[in-house]
């Protein structure tokens, strides 16, 4: 029983390692990379990812997947823009944000839920309607030059707190608070038992639905977290913002050794997942591999980390 | 008579585990050989050995009169031993005749195109020949478990298999198919086919079987003729120790009525179910499986919907809609199927047996760990739950003390109402005595039991009534006074009380 309890701590200690790992040869290649901007530039820039891949790690606890994160992100960011540019006040518009986030990840998890629809399929459908609405509602044009005033907005993703950027302070606060809850709370205990066995939980007596639900909703509004720090670094609101970022976020849960089939995972790992990835880019451009080859290369670390963790299981 | 298989002193352990020690196992052609032992005495790593998903420390496997080594199951197979998993191996959206021949398909030549015709000709005469009534052309997944059974047998067979190995083949059947997978293994016999036979239903191997070995503990114990030896021996054999009444005794005053079932009803599963069951009553619950006896009791523990009728509990009328309604309302289930409803195999003793009073554990959603740790200590006492520790994941713990894990879990919440579905299935001798005593135990607290069984001595053994469900109807509820085994059946197949 050690020796089983001392092999599974290697296996979590993996993708740590391979982050380590990474950092060396970076710094050997790179003179740029070990400095402090660098580093704070990095983080900003994963703060993005990771706050998605955080909410994508409780749904995929679950047993779910959620491939709608990218145009909630963009649909919701346009809401924020879009009052912001009608004069409305920053931290009204952040809130109703935040809000229309949660609320598309509600439909997503009542989709899922009482409609009975596989997660896969539930959420294809919606990031589809999601950025058609975002086209919509944009006129397929980006919102800018609203918040040139709004000391509130601007912050989110240009201010510094005792000199470190804001994001990294939201990614760091947000992870900390769902460490807690995955580890701490009834709420994360029965998030694993949901994705362990959906029926036996349910025999249980736990609200099974509901707690779906949830999850759905605050991966729908971490993704309309990450929409405003990104609208606010660039301080406008693309309507193509966001495409294709959950496939970086599920990246991340599974660099991270999360589970695809559910109940197995912690949100530490998503952390050095996403990581991982941003270190990868970040180092890539510093070397000026072209964006192409950045590509080849992304696809396969992931491939690799995943065959690594297999051969491990055995 | 030369053996079939001679394994002699086999040795094996896992680190400085070790789990077989000196085992000798025989079998001869054309014998049922019964391989008995409680959970964890080193049943299954034996036939793990022999089949090569195992490499042997010690000892030898003679099989045809030639030492063999294995390295995989498949190897074992090309000497005609195989073994047939209590999850059957059957492909259900293939026929009959598909799963049968499944990689050995007749061909064209090396087109790659199936003979069908002659395929399905082939299988219908393996079927016949082992007088099974199937018919090739059937897709699979239409079959009962039982015929599925049937499915793999006929394809050992026309493999040329000389030993089946099966485990617990009758876990899943009902009574008839029971009866029909014993008349295939007795034309196996006549075959000069043997058959290992492990399971943990007495009655049944006294009914099939030639020989007894007896495993415990990793050491080899004995082999018995079955004519020549009883169900007490047996036991004690198995166990180390008398294990005195098989059942054991109960004394408890039976006081108000807690549940009352009225004209339940749902089309197609059950229809008019009356029944009630008293404080520190059990209620025994017999009927062939798929009659409808389990949906009837998930219908009242809210996990399934029905179209009519009344539940009562405590005299007051109450509506319950899903499990968790019926948890608050202190009803508890412990499910037949503990790997797929009853636990969550990922997760520790520890947290299995919190789930469901977690919330009352938590303040403002933060689990408390001493709580916790206090419930979870007193039911892996109070229950004799054998686990190196409570973090173990609850995959790792034996059949018996996984289904204690499913009963801390309920007893956890002081249920009144207490629903068990086959609740001893797959579990040892050993183990079952001691849930057996649970339940009384809960009984004399005031609880009252329902206890669906396909066992019928321990419908007998443990109940005060018993209640026979026959296609979706309650066919008669019978004082336990002075019942016989052949009453109940009479009224499971349909027959007047």
Same mark, same amino acid.
């Given at each position: 029983?050690?020796?089983?309890?001392?092999?599974?701590?290697?296996?979590?200690?993996?993708?740590?390692?391979?982050?380590?790992?990474?950092?060396?040869?970076? *710094?050997?290649?790179? #003179?740029?990379?070990?400095?402090?901007?660098?580093?704070?530039?990095?983080?900003?820039?994963?703060?993005?990812?990771? %706050?998605?891949?955080?909410?994508?790690?409780?749904?995929?606890?679950?047993?779910?997947?959620?491939?709608?994160?990218?145009?909630?992100?963009?649909?919701?960011?346009?809401?924020?823009?879009?009052?912001?540019?009608?004069?409305?006040?920053?931290?009204?518009?952040?809130?109703?944000?935040?809000?229309?986030?949660?609320?598309?990840?509600?439909?997503?998890?009542?989709?899922?839920?009482?409609?009975?629809?596989?997660?896969?399929?539930?959420?294809?459908?919606?990031?589809?309607?999601?950025?058609?609405?975002?086209?919509?509602?944009?006129?397929?044009?980006?919102?800018?030059?609203?918040?040139?005033?709004?000391?509130?907005?601007?912050?989110?993703?240009?201010?510094?707190?005792?000199?470190?950027?804001?994001?990294?302070?939201?990614?760091?606060?947000?992870?900390?608070?769902?460490?807690?809850?995955?580890?701490?709370?009834?709420?994360?205990?029965?998030?694993?038992?949901?994705?362990?066995?959906?029926?036996?939980?349910?025999?249980?007596?736990?609200?099974?639905?509901?707690?779906?639900?949830?999850?759905?909703?605050?991966?729908?509004?971490?993704?309309?977290?990450?929409?405003?720090?990104?609208?606010?670094?660039?301080?406008?609101?693309?309507?193509?913002?966001?495409?294709?970022?959950?496939?970086?976020?599920?990246?991340?849960?599974?660099?991270?050794?999360?589970?695809?089939?559910?109940?197995?995972?912690?949100?530490?790992?998503?952390? @050095?997942?996403?990581?991982?990835?941003?270190?990868?880019?970040?180092?890539?451009? %510093? %070397?000026?591999?072209?964006?192409?080859?950045?590509?080849?290369?992304?696809?396969?670390?992931?491939?690799?980390?995943?065959?690594?963790?297999?051969?491990?299981?055995? | 008579?030369?053996? %079939? &298989?001679?394994?002699?002193?086999?040795?094996?352990?896992?680190?400085?585990?070790?789990?077989?020690?000196?085992?000798?196992?025989?079998?001869?052609?054309?014998?049922?050989?019964?391989?008995?032992?409680?959970?964890?005495?080193?049943?299954?790593?034996?036939?793990?050995?022999?089949?090569?998903?195992?490499?042997?420390?010690?000892?030898?496997?003679?099989?045809?009169?030639?030492?063999?080594?294995?390295?995989?199951?498949?190897?074992?197979?090309?000497?005609?031993?195989?073994?047939?998993?209590?999850?059957?191996?059957? &492909?259900?959206?293939?026929?009959?005749?598909?799963?049968?021949?499944?990689?050995?398909?007749?061909? &064209?030549?090396?087109?790659?195109?199936?003979?069908?015709?002659?395929?399905?000709?082939?299988?219908?005469?393996?079927?016949?020949?082992?007088?099974?009534?199937?018919?090739?052309?059937?897709?699979?997944?239409?079959? *009962? @478990?039982?015929?599925?059974?049937?499915?793999?047998?006929?394809?050992?067979?026309?493999?040329?298999?000389?030993?089946?190995?099966?485990?617990?083949?009758?876990?899943?059947?009902?009574?008839?198919?029971?009866?029909?997978?014993?008349?295939?293994?007795?034309?196996?016999?006549?075959?000069?086919?043997?058959?290992?036979?492990?399971?943990?239903?007495?009655?049944?191997?006294?009914?099939?079987?030639?020989?007894?070995?007896?495993?415990?503990?990793?050491?080899?114990?004995?082999?018995?003729?079955?004519?020549?030896?009883?169900? #007490?021996?047996?036991?004690?054999?198995?166990?180390?120790?008398?294990?005195?009444?098989?059942?054991?005794?109960?004394?408890?005053?039976?006081?108000?009525?807690?549940?009352?079932?009225?004209?339940?009803?749902?089309?197609?599963?059950?229809?008019?179910?009356?029944?009630?069951?008293?404080?520190?009553?059990?209620?025994?619950?017999?009927?062939?499986?798929?009659?409808?006896?389990?949906? &009837?009791?998930?219908?009242?523990?809210?996990?399934?919907?029905? #179209?009519?009728?009344?539940?009562?509990?405590?005299?007051? +009328?109450?509506?319950?809609?899903? +499990?968790?309604?019926?948890?608050?309302?202190?009803?508890?289930?412990?499910?037949?199927?503990?790997?797929?409803?009853?636990?969550?195999?990922?997760?520790?003793?520890?947290?299995?047996?919190?789930?469901?009073?977690?919330?009352?554990?938590?303040?403002?959603?933060?689990?408390?760990?001493?709580?916790?740790?206090? @419930?979870?200590?007193?039911?892996?006492?109070?229950?004799?739950?054998?686990?190196?520790?409570?973090?173990?994941?609850?995959?790792?713990?034996?059949?018996?003390?996984?289904?204690?894990? @499913?009963?801390?879990?309920?007893?956890?919440?002081?249920?009144?109402?207490?629903?068990?579905?086959? +609740?001893?299935?797959?579990?040892?001798?050993?183990?079952?005595?001691?849930?057996?005593?649970?339940?009384?135990?809960?009984?004399?607290?005031?609880?009252?039991?329902?206890?669906?069984?396909?066992?019928? +001595?321990?419908?007998?053994?443990?109940?005060?009534?018993?209640?026979?469900?026959?296609?979706?109807?309650?066919?008669?509820?019978?004082?336990?006074?002075?019942?016989?085994?052949?009453?109940?059946?009479?009224?499971?197949?349909?027959?007047?009380?």
């Amino acid at each position: 029983m050690m020796g089983a309890k001392r092999k599974w701590d290697v296996k979590k200690l993996g993708p740590l390692i391979g982050l380590f790992l990474l950092c060396i040869v970076l *710094s050997i290649l790179s #003179d740029d990379f070990l400095t402090m901007d660098n580093w704070l530039n990095l983080l900003r820039q994963v703060s993005i990812n990771a %706050l998605i891949a955080f909410g994508m790690t409780f749904v995929i606890l679950t047993g779910g997947i959620d491939l709608s994160v990218g145009s909630v992100l963009a649909l919701s960011s346009a809401i924020t823009a879009g009052m912001m540019a009608q004069g409305v006040n920053g931290f009204v518009a952040i809130f109703v944000g935040l809000l229309a986030g949660a609320a598309m990840g509600v439909l997503n998890g009542v989709l899922v839920t009482k409609g009975k629809v596989a997660p896969f399929i539930a959420t294809l459908a919606t990031m589809t309607a999601f950025r058609g609405l975002t086209l919509v509602y944009t006129d397929g044009r980006p919102i800018t030059g609203f918040a040139s005033d709004d000391i509130l907005f601007q912050m989110m993703g240009r201010g510094y707190f005792f000199g470190i950027p804001v994001p990294i302070i939201l990614m760091l606060t947000v992870y900390i608070a769902l460490y807690v809850v995955l580890k701490k709370t009834t709420f994360g205990r029965h998030t694993y038992a949901i994705g362990g066995n959906e029926e036996a939980s349910r025999l249980s007596g736990l609200r099974v639905d509901r707690l779906k639900i949830y999850v759905y909703a605050l991966t729908g509004a971490l993704s309309a977290l990450a929409g405003l720090i990104l609208t606010s670094r660039l301080n406008s609101a693309q309507p193509t913002a966001g495409t294709a970022y959950e496939l970086d976020a599920i990246a991340a849960v599974v660099l991270g050794g999360t589970s695809l089939s559910g109940g197995r995972g912690w949100i530490f790992g998503t952390l @050095v997942g996403a990581l991982i990835i941003g270190v990868l880019n970040n180092g890539l451009n %510093l %070397l000026n591999v072209s964006s192409f080859y950045q590509q080849v290369i992304k696809g396969a670390v992931i491939l690799l980390a995943v065959l690594l963790d297999r051969r491990k299981e055995v | 008579m030369r053996p %079939l &298989i001679d394994m002699r002193s086999i040795q094996k352990s896992f680190g400085a585990n070790i789990v077989l020690n000196g085992v000798d196992f025989e079998v001869l052609p054309g014998e049922v050989h019964a391989l008995m032992g409680e959970n964890g005495a080193g049943k299954s790593t034996l036939i793990k050995v022999l089949t090569g998903i195992y490499e042997r420390d010690g000892g030898t496997i003679v099989v045809n009169g030639r030492e063999v080594h294995y390295r995989h199951p498949k190897e074992a197979e090309r000497d005609g031993i195989v073994v047939i998993h209590q999850e059957l191996n059957v &492909i259900p959206t293939l026929t009959v005749a598909e799963n049968i021949f499944l990689g050995r398909e007749p061909k &064209i030549g090396r087109t790659g195109v199936i003979r069908y015709k002659e395929m399905e000709q082939q299988a219908a005469s393996y079927l016949r020949r082992l007088g099974m009534d199937l018919d090739p052309r059937e897709l699979a997944g239409r079959l *009962s @478990v039982g015929k599925q059974q049937m499915i793999e047998i006929a394809r050992a067979i026309s493999t040329n298999a000389k030993c089946l190995i099966m485990d617990e083949p009758t876990a899943a059947l009902t009574e008839r198919e029971i009866q029909a997978l014993f008349s295939v293994i007795r034309t196996l016999k006549q075959q000069g086919v043997a058959v290992v036979y492990i399971s943990h239903r007495m009655e049944e191997i006294f009914t099939i079987c030639d020989r007894i070995s007896v495993l415990r503990d990793g050491q080899f114990i004995g082999t018995k003729r079955v004519k020549e030896t009883n169900f #007490d021996e047996i036991v004690q054999m198995m166990v180390g120790r008398q294990i005195g009444e098989r059942f054991p005794k109960r004394r408890v005053t039976i006081g108000e009525e807690r549940l009352r079932v009225e004209r339940l009803t749902k089309k197609g599963l059950f229809e008019n179910v009356s029944f009630s069951v008293r404080a520190g009553e059990v209620l025994g619950v017999a009927g062939l499986m798929g009659s409808g006896r389990t949906e &009837i009791m998930e219908a009242i523990f809210g996990a399934r919907p029905f #179209d009519e009728g009344d539940i009562y509990i405590d005299g007051r +009328p109450v509506r319950i809609r899903s +499990p968790r309604q019926a948890v608050e309302h202190g009803i508890a289930m412990i499910t037949e199927d503990r790997k797929q409803k009853g636990l969550i195999l990922e997760m520790s003793v520890h947290e299995n047996l919190t789930l469901p009073k977690l919330e009352q554990l938590a303040t403002a959603g933060f689990i408390q760990s001493s709580k916790e740790r206090d @419930v979870v200590l007193t039911y892996i006492h109070l229950l004799n739950i054998k686990a190196s520790s409570p973090d173990l994941p609850v995959k790792a713990l034996s059949g018996g003390n996984q289904q204690k894990v @499913v009963f801390g879990k309920w007893l956890a919440m002081n249920p009144r109402i207490l629903i068990l579905d086959e +609740p001893t299935r797959g579990v040892d001798v050993g183990a079952k005595k001691e849930i057996y005593e649970v339940i009384n135990e809960l009984a004399a607290q005031g609880a009252a039991i329902i206890m669906i069984s396909s066992e019928l +001595p321990e419908v007998l053994g443990m109940s005060d009534r018993v209640m026979v469900v026959h296609e979706g109807k309650v066919q008669a509820i019978l004082e336990n006074d002075g019942l016989d085994q052949e009453t109940i059946m009479r009224a499971a197949t349909g027959g007047n009380r």
